[in-house]
């Protein structure tokens, strides 16, 4: 059974870092298959992690990006690039963090990243124009 504050707390934080457009689009895509994950993550990644006060969102939004880089997990890597502008997560930030990942996670890894984060913050200043 789910913890209606954690979900809801880690939904309203889902939002505040992802956007609502995101989240209503992964709210409209959960069928029975995937619900109970959808939970998890909103309760466990957004309620209890994200939600914690030991961290501001701009250095959870670096570690993120620095692991999903190091990871290679490029769909969710992208996604959170494009959270940077409610994180506060700057340009600068990913990459002086993508250079850590080169030196850390190797630089296989990186070039990804960098390919990755230079296509999502031109379409994010082309949108700005």
Known sequence: MADTSLFD?????????????????ATRRTTDF????????????W???W???????????????ALLAGLG??????MHVRATVNTGATEADIKELL?????????????????IAKHELAKRQEAAQ
């Open 9 to 25: 707390r880690g939904m309203a934080t889902r939002r505040s870092v992802l956007g609502d457009s995101h989240v209503d689009g």
């Open 34 to 45: 995937d619900a109970d994950f959808q939970s998890f993550i909103t309760e466990g990644a």
């Open 47 to 49: 309620g209890s992690v």
């Open 51 to 65: 939600s914690r006060p030991g961290l501001t969102r701009r250095e959870r939004s670096m570690i993120t990006l």
């Open 73 to 78: 997990h490029e769909e969710e890597f992208a």
């Open 99 to 115: 250079l850590h990942v080169a030196v850390y996670a190797g630089v296989p890894a990186a070039n990804s990243a960098f390919r």
